[in-house]
């Protein structure tokens, strides 16, 4: 898959967990993002409101569903703003 076909699933995938995902962020990085021809996974970082919508997620979200592992990252707004995550992974927004 490329890296618009799995941007695609994955903002598939946010609608259909529906409120799960409700008011979190999602971002692609790694080698997917900067679509480099032998990417072996999706790295996402989702950031959450709550440490519970985190584990929510990690727990509804299948690692093996694009065809690529996914590589999961999760955290919230407030541990995102003491690391700058997005900037450090040079992330990209995908959802919302």
Excluded: H
């Amino acid at each position: 898959m490329t890296r618009a076909q799995n941007v695609d699933a994955l903002v598939v995938l946010a609608g259909q967990l529906g409120a799960v995902a409700a008011g979190t962020e999602w971002y692609l990085f790694g080698s997917m993002d900067r679509e480099e021809e032998f990417a072996s996974d999706v790295d996402l970082l989702i950031l959450c409101g709550t440490a519970a919508q985190a584990d929510a997620l990690r727990a509804a979200i299948d690692p093996d569903q694009l065809g690529r592992p996914i590589d999961l990252s999760l955290m919230t707004f407030e541990e995102e703003r003491e690391i700058s995550a997005v900037t450090l992974q040079a992330a990209r927004k995908i959802y919302p």
